[in-house]
């Protein structure tokens, strides 16, 4: 199966600040299926990300993907505060589908 | 606008089968997607544990492959999963979604928390 190492584990940032996550796969991801997800406690997780660079629907701009291959980045441009979460990047170009483990982006 | 909603008991004792359905509504199974299971332990991150197409054709996550079934009920619109020989490490939350071969998960239920305790 394809093992997803994300980096870091945790990000500390203020509201404003540019946040960048990787996601680095242990073979190329077929079709770049790369997905970028957030989640917050008591919810359920909500796609950004898909095709490693395309907006899910009512994703805003600050959200951006990319990277192709084996390695991929999640950028939030100017984080608000309701950004503050674990991101989560998911290949679903093979199976069985997989996860990377998180990053935790916190409040400095 | 698709929307799902897991059900089952929230606790499960060791040794026995965890069963949980999830109900779709808003879009019906037998025209396309796959459907998925998710977890995450406590304090852990997201783990796939399976799919299954609405052809019937399943996936599991390998290390959980001799306990997880799958199964679709087309005529009720709701899938299920089975887990046996649970232990405390299947203490979880369980989410159930759909899986796009194009998109990944565009929809997730909100998940339960299930717990194995004696």
């Known amino acids: 199966e394809i093992v997803l190492t994300q980096s870091p584990g945790t990000l500390s940032l203020s509201p404003g600040e540019r946040a960048t996550l990787s996601c680095r796969a242990s073979q190329s991801i077929y079709s770049n299926y790369l997905a970028w997800y957030q989640l917050k406690p008591g919810q359920a997780p909500r796609l950004l990300i898909y095709g490693a660079s395309s907006r899910a629907t009512g994703i805003p701009d600050r959200f951006s993907g990319s990277g192709s291959g084996t390695d991929f980045t999640l950028t939030i441009r100017r984080l608000e505060p309701e950004d503050f979460a674990v991101y989560y990047c998911q290949q679903y170009g093979d199976l069985p589908r997989t996860f990377g483990q998180g990053t935790k982006v916190e409040i400095k | 606008q698709v929307q799902l909603q897991e059900s089952g008991p929230g606790l499960v004792k060791p040794s026995e089968t965890l069963s949980l359905t999830c109900a779709v509504s808003g879009y019906s199974i037998s025209s396309g997607y796959s459907w998925a299971w998710i977890r995450q332990p406590p304090g852990k991150g997201l783990e796939w544990i399976g799919n299954?197409?609405?052809?019937?054709?399943?996936s599991y996550k390998a290390s959980l492959k001799s306990r997880v079934t799958i199964s679709v009920d087309t005529s009720r619109n709701q899938f299920s999963l089975n887990l046996s020989s649970v232990n405390a490490a299947d203490t979880a939350i369980y989410f159930c979604a759909r899986d796009s071969s194009v998109w990944g998960i565009d929809s997730w239920g909100q998940g339960t928390v299930v717990t194995v305790s004696s």
């Open positions: 299954i197409y609405h052809s019937g054709s399943t």
